[in-house]
């Protein structure tokens, strides 16, 4: 009995705390390959082509934009980000499940790409919460704190589009539900290949 | 956000290994009831009715079966069981899950009352693999394990019916893959009641 890979889509309101139950999460597994990233950003000293993002200039870029080579894609600022789809499929086809952290909007457009992902949303216990993690990281603006309670009161309202819902209440409990979800589709009869 | 409870259906071929696994899986958590059945059987000495098993007379029992109070009933030598709808339904309907361990032909007329319930299929790593355990158990004569066998063999045909298999390798394993599954189906926003 195998199996086919399963893309799992990590998404949820921006400073909910995805970014660091990926990282708990893949530190302590080796049978998920993370997806990696197509960027027109320059590379930093210590980042690699191929292992940290793919790096590519701007006209590559929009070449396999137009060619609909990534499952999303979207411009930060002056940059280009993505996430090339070949990537993702040659690895399901090898029966190795992929992970892919992204925000609401991406999440949303690659689940018109490939709706047979399992789509997890990371809730915040409540909103009030989400203000007060925005508020001690420190890193934001009390203008762009506002803003994002906005756009998190708006991206809440996507929870039921999603497979699953998790809510960070607590860092440990919250990667061991992840994990769970992991180990449960891997289970699933729909994506087993009986003999 | 609160949620609806979830009915776990614990199934497989006889000898499997699932009783071992509920054991197990039941000992370490107080967040799951246990189905109760009914049966006509007396009690024994150390078994309290409504905790081992709801204990009637077999006039009741037929009585019960005609008013489509049971979830699946099943003949066994000349005693009858039975799971009570209304233990599991009142259970859910405060937001308890329910854990019910059955075999492959319980488990059909279960699905067919309550398909929304989540199945769980543990299976042999293979089909001698079970020989081998049924052998090992020595509870059984030859010719009764070669009954089980060819048994074995039609069961393992419904496990396209259920909405998960687990492969009972390793016990510990096996267990968490089972606590997998009911932590996932806990996430699942379907199973939530969104305020």
Redesign the interface.
Known sequence: ?SRKGILFVLSGPSGVGKGTIREKLLADRSDIQVSISATTRPPRVDELNGVHYFFMDEASFILKQTRGEFLESAKVYSNMYGTPRNFVVANLINGKDVLLEIDIQGALQVKEKMPEGIF??ISPPTIEDLLLRLCKRGKDSLESIEERMASCREEMSY??D??????NDNLDEAV??V???????R???RN?I?E
Chains 1, 2 share one sequence.
């Open positions: 009995m997890i949303f929870m039921p999603y497979d699953y819902v998790v809510i061991k539900r994990e769970a979800i992991i180990i449960a589709e289970c699933k009869t087993l009986l």
